[in-house]
């Protein structure tokens, strides 16, 4: 099936610092959706982004949509320690309807 | 504005069992996706439903079944439970089955022993 790759697998940060993480595909999306998962609870939709080149931003958090549709970075400036959790990528393949692919997750702790 | 919410939030079953997994889809929403979440990996999505149908399919067995209701809720079956079958199960509600946002529920976590 289609595969996202994201990455770093994982990372720890200071905190303050900024944190990028990205996905990369072969195949081309027509959205694409950040999500951040909690230990034991369901993810939560951080940015959705909708047109290649697209740049938007939630508070410290910025992601953009890829030019070539293939892939898409997220950003978090000013990393605090509730930032700690697993961020997924996760795209909507053209003519697939609104079915999600994910990527592997990110694994993000910080050090106080 | 109610958001997602599925029940139980805990089930443990052993091989062979059946098992009934249920999800109440956000305010508005009249599409519910079910995906399966291993541990350390990602969701891979099950299947979806709109207007109480199935309406796309990812890889997984026939043992895996589904239904909506005209509420929009919806209910993920599993025959013939097997000791891989283990893993969270997330339901996610969008406004359409178009692409665009998916909001997901608590998941509910299956053990099969």
């Known amino acids: 099936g289609q595969q996202l790759n994201q990455s770093p697998q994982s990372m720890f940060i200071q905190e303050g610092e900024d944190v990028s993480m990205n996905c990369t595909s072969s195949s081309i999306f027509n959205t694409w959706l950040w999500y951040k998962q909690d230990p034991g609870e369901g993810p939560v939709l951080l940015i959705a982004?909708?047109?290649?080149?697209e740049l938007t931003s939630n508070g410290r958090l910025t992601a953009q949509f890829g030019i070539t549709r293939k892939d898409s970075f997220l950003n978090i400036s000013a990393s605090i320690p509730s930032d700690v959790g697993i961020y997924f990528c996760?795209?909507?393949?053209?003519?697939?309807?609104?079915?999600?692919?994910f990527g592997g997750g990110t694994r993000l702790m910080v050090k106080p | 504005e109610t958001g997602v919410t599925q029940s139980p939030t805990h089930l443990i079953k052993t091989r062979g069992q059946q098992v009934t997994l249920r999800c109440s889809s956000q305010?508005?929403?009249?599409?519910v996706s079910w995906y399966q979440q291993a541990l350390g990996q990602g969701p891979q999505f099950i299947f979806q439903y709109y207007r109480e149908e199935e309406n796309g399919r990812g890889n997984f067995p026939p043992r895996f079944s589904g239904l909506q209701f005209p509420n929009y809720s919806s209910e993920l079956n599993v025959n013939a439970l097997e000791l891989d079958d283990s893993a969270l199960y997330l339901c996610a509600s969008s406004l359409a089955p178009l692409p665009g946002a998916q909001y997901f529920g608590p998941g509910t976590r299956l053990l099969v022993l």
């Open positions: 982004l909708y047109k290649a080149g």
């Open positions: 996760a795209g909507q393949l053209s003519g697939a309807g609104n079915m999600l692919t």
């Open positions: 305010s508005g929403h009249n599409t």
